[in-house]
């Protein structure tokens, strides 16, 4: 049985933003009306063009363990995101890299990580209560289409 890798602090840290780094690059070049595509290579039959977010990201796996570690950190947003809205992924993976990188900088500063983490939450439930504020409920069939030709 081969034994575990172990990486601490600084070393860590690096390995995963790496790993971060590279999912949400592959994924947020698909964002916006002039999002582009990528190129999935499969193990199996031919390549596949898709501009989806949470398709592109359940397909990357990294061979550096704390890497992979990384870019699975953003998969589970992605995941998450589209099982809960079917929408939004490369937002949700965008979002999740620039906090992500914030909390490392404040970290290497000195900042107390369990603070960050306390402070992202307090954010999160902050903008989930305005965003709340500002939905409008969509009862009718008219109202329906109207959202959906946005």
């Known amino acids: 049985m081969p034994a575990k890798k172990l990486a601490y602090a600084e070393d860590a840290r690096k390995a995963l933003r790496i790993g971060i780094d590279i999912l949400a690059d592959a994924v947020k070049v698909?964002?916006?009306?002039?999002?582009?595509?990528?190129?999935l290579d499969k193990s199996f039959g031919p390549p596949q063009v898709c501009s989806?977010?949470?398709t592109i990201a359940k397909e990357i796996e990294l061979p550096d363990a704390f890497e992979n570690m990384g870019a699975q950190l953003l998969k589970e947003a992605a995941t998450k995101t589209n099982d809960a809205a079917g929408d939004g992924t490369t937002t949700s993976v965008v979002l999740?890299?620039?906090i992500i990188n914030e909390g490392f900088k404040n970290v290497?500063?000195?900042?107390?990580p369990?603070?960050?983490k306390r402070g992202i939450e307090k954010a999160v439930a902050s903008v989930v209560v305005e965003v709340q504020?500002?939905?409008e409920p969509v009862e009718t069939k008219e109202r329906i289409g109207q959202?959906?030709?946005l």
Do not use: E, F, H, Y
Not at 30 to 39: A, D, E, H, M
Not at 108 to 112: E, F, P, W
């Open 52 to 54: 989806d977010g949470v």
């Open 147 to 149: 959202v959906a030709s």
């Open 108 to 112: 290497t500063a000195g900042a107390d």
């Open 133 to 135: 504020k500002m939905s």
């Open 96 to 98: 999740a890299q620039a």
């Open 30 to 39: 698909t964002l916006g009306p002039k999002g582009r595509n990528v190129v």
């Open 114 to 116: 369990m603070a960050i």
